[in-house]
């Protein structure tokens, strides 16, 4: 079982688990329907949000195909939580993982997701022992297309009208980073603070 150690400090941002008081935080942008729209989920009411959040609060760690660890993106200084980011992790065996995020949209445009992504990245390969970290998108979302290519993902597939998603087919873009890929990036050299 692998569990990061937190907290994890980047030059803007606290990486940590989520707790009970980042509900307001989280329900901000969870609620935004420009959040969801390329998502699975729609705007989430304040139930809902709690839901996920309770969802989030419990994963905590990585142990077992399937398992999803849920890190919230704080801004130093006691800022809000901006991002939530997950670690999934697809195959043991395979040392396969999935990056997943969501940012408040109120803070793009300022490098912030990038930030945090590649300390989640950081997590995946040199925490866990990955091998291989994927993402996906739909290919209309291109700020989170721009947001892999930035962490130095190299776009692997284009699925071509794959999904029936909102009402209209669709494609998804897969990205991928190898753990090679990742130690010979100027990311992986260039660390954090704990």
């Not at 670690?87 to 945090?116: D, K, M």
């Not at 022992?129 to 721009?146: F, K, Q, T, V």
Request: overall charge negative; aromatic content about 8%.
């Amino acid at each position: 079982m692998f569990t990061p150690p937190y907290p994890i400090i980047t030059p803007r941002l606290v990486l940590r688990p989520f707790t009970e008081a980042d509900l307001d935080d989280l329900h901000a942008f969870q609620s935004l329907p420009e959040v969801t729209r390329y998502l699975y989920w729609d705007a989430r009411t304040r139930e809902e949000t709690k839901a996920a959040l309770d969802r989030k609060i419990a994963g905590v760690s990585l142990a077992a195909d399937g398992d999803a660890l849920s890190v919230a993106a704080a801004l130093t200084g006691g800022g809000p939580v901006i991002g939530d980011l997950t670690l999934f992790l697809r195959s043991r065996e395979h040392r396969q993982g999935e990056i997943g995020f969501v940012f408040n949209p109120a803070y793009q445009g300022l490098g912030l997701a990038t930030e945090a992504a590649r300390e989640v990245l950081r997590i995946g390969f040199e925490g866990v022992g990955l091998h291989r970290i994927h993402g996906n998108c739909d290919a209309r979302n291109i700020p989170s297309a721009r947001l892999m290519e930035r962490l130095g993902m190299r776009l692997e597939a284009r699925l071509v009208e794959n999904e029936f998603f909102a009402g209209a087919w669709s494609d998804e873009l897969v990205y991928a980073m190898l753990a090679r890929e990742w130690r010979a990036s100027p990311a992986a050299s260039a660390g954090h603070r704990a």
